[in-house]
């Protein structure tokens, strides 16, 4: 998985984002990413955006799931 980065769509939660990535803010700024793995809010109820704070789950935040979801089909069998 080295240099590899994968994005996985939690169910009803946050994109988490797996891999070395830089992170840019709107305005240009890169943003201190200290970790291989960070989650991106999906629902847009965080107060740290783009990153989950946990909103999604008080909120009990319900989203489509699954690659019919998305007008796509998967392209080789769902990673673990
Ligand atoms: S997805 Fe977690 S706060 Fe939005």
Redesign the pocket.
Known sequence: MDGEVTITVRPN??YRIQGPITLIDADGNPLAVDSDMVFL??????STKPF?????KRAQ?NAASGAGAYGVRPVEEPRS
């Open positions: 939660g946050p809010c999906r629902c847009g109820g965080s989950c704070d946990g909103t999604h935040w």
